[in-house]
């Protein structure tokens, strides 16, 4: 497969390239690449060596990405790149977001080859997902795009760190997308992530208020670092005043990995916890992930409380919507469901 020439981007006096796909603005020498890994500078041009070389696929329940009020109990193809713009010392898919593209398995793959896959295994949707799509976004608007035209749906599992112009290109043709907001402070997005929340959360209010983009928020709940009940009840009130009640938030364990294998998994109690303050704040719909949690799994009507959506891990055991809305009292839940 030809090399890919990257979009967003332009030539510097000195010779580099700047890359203006993300906040992180690398300035790109000949022959180097950009924080990401998979940005290099080509004869004074940029191109996207990720593009067509997912290092894998794998069918999911769309649960799994998480997303709880998306086409909930069915399966979505999903694949990742080598390479990542973000730096989290804790990251759980580490051996591909920080591999090299030529020092990790990939496969070939065209937009048509994917979206045949896709068709293959009946999957409804395509997930973007293991590291953050936003590196490879010239193959995700190939492939969203053709899904697009065949019926089937695009995920982008994201931290949301992109640039205001690539992100109207990239989620042109994406239908949902689940933001991880790594905690709600500038410290830890700098320590731990090496990034900054303020391009992060102006994406989340840029989803939620400017697209039809169906979206859902995940926090994953480290001891010690952002699991403090005052952080959370700030982030859930940003939310309540900028996203509105409607936007599902999951709260989800930590495991040792990377380079935090000296912190503790998440206690039980601590998700429980998180879970109360969301919705004791006005959050609909709160989920907890990573654990085996039923009841904190399930999808209550948020007028009279009845369990609609019923899972276990990320099986749907009962889905007793009606068009929608809860069988029993009728209201309308919010979210992106099969007729």
Known sequence: MELKQAQWWEPLPNGKILCTLCPRYCTIGKGQKGFCYIRENID???YSIGYGRPTGFAVDPIEKKPLSHFLPGTDVLSFGTAGCNLGCKFCQNWTMSKAKIDETYSVEATPEDVVRLAKKYNAPSIAYTYNDPTIFGEYVIDISKLAGEEGIKSVMVTAGY????????????IDAANVDLKAFTETFYHKLTFSHITPVLDTLKWLKNDTDVWLEITTLLIPGENDL????QQMCTWILENLGDEVPLHFTAFHPDFKMRDKPPTSPSTLNTARN???????????VGNVFNRESQTTYCPNCEEPLIIRDWHSVIENKL???????????IAGVFQE
């Open 162 to 173: 992109i640039d205001k112009k690539a992100r109207e290109d990239i989620y042109k043709y």
């Open 44 to 46: 004074d041009k940029l």
């Open 322 to 332: 009606v068009n929608g809305k809860c069988f029993k009292c009728g209201e309308k």
């Open 277 to 287: 303050i969301a919705i004791k704040s006005g959050i609909k719909y709160c989920y």
């Open 229 to 232: 009940p005052e952080e959370i």
